[in-house]
Structure formats: structure tokens, C-alpha cells
């Protein structure tokens, strides 16, 4: 189990999460980023910007 580092809720990574996948927190909905499958640890995910094509 790990942990939402937004309302540290309880979050499942199953085994067949790979790392950098991206998940959802089920209680506020945070997008989150798996740092790590065998001590489970999860992140908020990077937020993508816009480039302007540049």
C-alpha cells in the first residue's frame, strides 16, 4: 500500500503496475505518478505544460 501525498489516502499498486504508470487517487482524484512497484511509493504526477511548438 501506498500512500496519496494529497489526503493520504491508501492507494493499491498491484503487480501488474509498471513504474511511471499514472494512477488516480480514489478519494480526491489526484493524478499520481509510481515511483516504485516493490515498496510501493507513489507521486503527484509532473504536470504537462504546453510547448506553443516551440
Known amino acids: ?3 496519496c ?3 493520504e ?8 503496475t509498471l513504474v511511471g504508470e499514472i494512477v ?5 482524484s489526484a ?3 509510481v515511483l516504485n512497484v516493490e515498496q510501493p511509493e507513489v507521486g503527484l504526477a ?5 510547448d506553443w511548438g516551440e
Open 5 to 7: 501525498p494529497e489526503c
Open 31 to 33: 493524478e499520481l505518478e
Open 24 to 28: 488516480f487517487c480514489p478519494d480526491c
Open 9 to 16: 489516502a491508501e492507494i493499491t499498486v498491484g503487480q501488474d
Open 46 to 50: 509532473p504536470q504537462v505544460e504546453e
Open 1 to 3: 500500500m501506498a500512500h
